[in-house]
């Protein structure tokens, strides 16, 4: 029986490379320039679903659980927005470098070294952020079900990840890691990648109900990401508890 998600050469792959976390420049910087469609995304969801008013700090109040939250990329933006955020990883240097990221810039973030279904907490969360892990994860349907549990009724959840397409394969693999050494070859492997059903019927199983599905592309033009109808490569799903 799966009592674990966590693919040790995955862990060993980012804890490897985690001092590079803040380095727009480095190893993540294709993240870097992710994140403000990611952040935006996440927002004005969240401010849509929850029906919130305030301008100032939108997600003041909600609780967020970024699970695999690396540096901390996603999770203190979501806290400068308001949110009480807890973020855990399976990586102590991941760990390490967000607590010491959040220190510096005076952030309330709570970090542990942890995996969902190793988590130990009672406590529940509006909002959990499953960003760029899913495709990272040894079995699917086990994560999300430890991840799921963590949830409120009528919570959101964030699953953004890679489909298994053709497509994906020969831009976010040949083109991202061997032509344009945007990633580490090895970043990604294909057979991990999952299509948009797939993903749903996982969901499924965990009491996840599909809200919306996106496509993300990026724009060689201007560098820049964009929510798009196009899923073929990279998509963002978001979920709701039920």
């Known amino acids: 029986m799966k009592n674990n998600t966590i693919n040790k050469k995955e862990i060993e792959k980012f804890s490897k490379i985690a001092s590079e976390w803040w380095d727009p420049y480095g190893k ?33 109040k909600l609780k967020i659980l970024d699970i695999g939250c ?5 999770s203190e933006p979501m806290s400068r927005l308001g949110a009480e955020v807890t973020g855990i990883d399976a990586s102590e240097k991941n760990i390490n470098v967000a607590k010491i990221h959040s220190l510096k810039n005076k952030l309330k973030i709570k970090y542990i070294c942890s995996s969902p279904e190793n988590l130990k907490t009672n406590e529940k969360f509006d909002v959990i952020l499953n960003m760029e892990i899913v495709e990272h994860v040894d079995d699917v349907n086990f994560f999300l079900k430890n991840s799921s549990r963590f949830l409120k009724k009528n919570g959101l959840m964030y699953i953004a990840t890679l489909n298994k397409t053709l497509k994906s394969y020969l831009f976010a693999i040949v083109g991202a890691e061997y032509i344009l050494r945007w990633l580490p070859i090895g970043t990604h492997d294909w057979n991990k990648f999952l299509k948009p059903f797939e993903l749903i019927e996982y969901a499924k199983k965990s009491s996840l109900e599909i809200k919306k599905i996106d496509g993300v592309i990026f724009n060689p033009f201007n560098q820049k990401w964009n929510i798009d109808t196009d899923k073929s490569v990279n998509y963002i799903a978001l979920f709701k508890k039920i």
């Open 28 to 60: 993540f910087k294709p993240l870097h320039k992710f994140n403000p469609t990611r952040i935006n995304y996440i927002k004005k969801n969240t401010i849509d679903h929850y029906k919130i008013k305030s301008k100032s700090l939108p997600l003041k």
């Open 70 to 74: 690396g540096g901390g990329l996603l």
